[in-house]
């Protein structure tokens, strides 16, 4: 969430950067709703002063035995003029609320202006592409004869979905496990486990509701919860409502998850595969950190996750999303995307996002300045490091053989006792 001062004392300037992610912001409408807080705040104070005085009058004329019926009046009539007062305060207050926990982040300075994801800008590549003698197949024609069923989780639940058999589950499976190995002991992670079902505090807290409800998938139940579209919601709100001491930061946390997105929006894109599922695994990354070090922390997120596919050996390239690219809490983000032979183009695999104090805002997240004494807003930033389902398909396109065979990374063969072919 943007600072309401900053939207009261630069609305101008906000509409104008917020332009830039293909938004309008309707200043008059805004500026509108401000007058008139402002007009039923001072009102507010008027009424309350003058309801002060007159109790205060009922008290002296009664003390001097004089008859109190008409102040008594006037002082039941400022009540009821106060609490409708106050209602339109909570009105109009409400309604502004609910435009700006709709706004997105501002775009940091170093992000590129565009207007589309063409205009988003190489960073870097990594690795090789390999060429083929026989032309790749995708892992979908790979997965027929290697334990990967879409017919058998269309029967199960619908499309979008996939059943993994035998030695491809347990390839899925060690990929998290390597995942998480990498994480923890060479990159410094706390590894946490986190219930995959939250409420709406939550989701409002790192930026999915109220603006993304229609992605979520939500439970039927009184309580009122949602499948986590994202280990980052439960993760990142570990910290809500809560005052971190600076020696603390920066915390950096690593969770293994599935993820349950009901793709709104996305009908036609995809549809063939692993590519988008509504329910995939993913490992995630997540530093909460002090507001100097926010961009540090997200060169080094993204070099974590880079490590995982250079490990892999799987060829990549990190590309800077421009303004109209970016996601809806993001101040920054650099997207991984791995080389699939089959469509002879890269395809993210991992979003790294600084979303500076926006998140922290929503979920009143703070650390306690130690010159000041004073708690300040904390910074959060999270990334992938990596979707599983991706990773695993990239595996087997990038690794296949002329005899549709898919050979194993060489950093996954002790998770799987040595296995080095899959056939």
């Excluded at 499309?159 to 990929?175: C, D, K």
């Excluded at 920066?250 to 996305?266: I, Q, V």
């Excluded at 950190?289 to 390239?317: G, N």
């Excluded at 396109?397 to 950093?411: L, M, S």
Aim: with cysteine; charged share 25%.
């Amino acid at each position: 969430m943007l600072d309401p001062k900053l939207l009261r004392q630069n609305l101008s300037d906000v509409a104008e950067r917020l332009k830039d992610r293909g938004m309008n912001l309707d200043v008059a409408q805004i500026h509108l709703l401000e007058e008139q807080r402002k007009k039923l705040q001072s009102r507010l104070q008027e009424l309350q002063n003058e309801k002060n005085v007159h109790a205060k009058s009922v008290g002296i004329a009664k003390a001097k035995g004089e008859n109190v019926d008409s102040l008594l009046q006037q002082v039941k009539d400022l009540g009821e003029t106060l609490k409708s007062t106050e209602e339109q305060f909570a009105a109009i207050q409400t309604e502004l609320d609910n435009i700006i926990v709709q706004i997105p982040n501002l775009p940091h300075s170093s992000v590129p202006k565009g207007k589309s994801e063409d205009d988003n800008k190489l960073i870097r590549t990594w690795g090789e592409i390999k060429k083929y003698s026989f032309t790749p197949k995708d892992h979908v024609d790979l997965g027929e004869k290697l334990g990967m069923d879409f017919t058998a989780a269309a029967k199960l639940s619908g499309a979008r979905f996939v059943v993994l058999h035998g030695t491809l589950a347990r390839i899925h499976r060690a990929i998290a496990q390597f995942m998480l190995d990498m994480h923890i002991k060479e990159h410094g992670y706390q590894e946490v486990s986190v219930p995959y079902l939250v409420n709406s505090d939550t989701l409002f807290g790192t930026g999915q509701l109220p603006k993304m409800k229609e992605d979520l998938f939500a439970t039927t139940s009184e309580q009122g919860l949602y499948l986590i579209p994202t280990s980052e919601s439960p993760v990142t709100n570990l910290v809500r409502d809560e005052i971190i001491e600076a020696d603390q930061l920066p915390l950096k946390y690593t969770c293994y998850s599935p993820c349950f997105r009901s793709e709104a929006g996305s009908y036609g894109k995809d549809t063939r595969g692993m590519i988008r599922q509504h329910q995939f695994e993913k490992v995630e990354l997540v530093h909460i950190v002090h507001p100097d070090k926010s961009y540090e922390a997200l060169e080094q997120l993204t070099q974590h996750a880079e490590v995982i596919l250079q490990r892999l050996e799987l060829p990549y390239r990190v590309m800077a999303l421009c303004t109209a690219d970016l996601g809806f809490a993001a101040a920054k983000t650099y997207d991984l995307e791995v080389w699939l032979p089959s469509q002879n183009r890269y395809r993210e695999i991992s979003s790294c996002s600084n979303t500076e104090a926006f998140q922290a805002r929503r979920m009143k997240a703070r650390f306690r300045d130690p010159v000041t004494g004073k708690p300040e807003l904390l910074h959060t930033l999270n990334g992938s490091g990596l979707a599983i389902g991706r990773t695993l398909v990239a595996i087997m396109e990038n690794y296949q053989d002329e005899q549709g065979r898919v050979h194993i990374p060489k950093v996954l063969q002790p998770y799987l006792d040595g296995l080095m072919i899959l056939e």
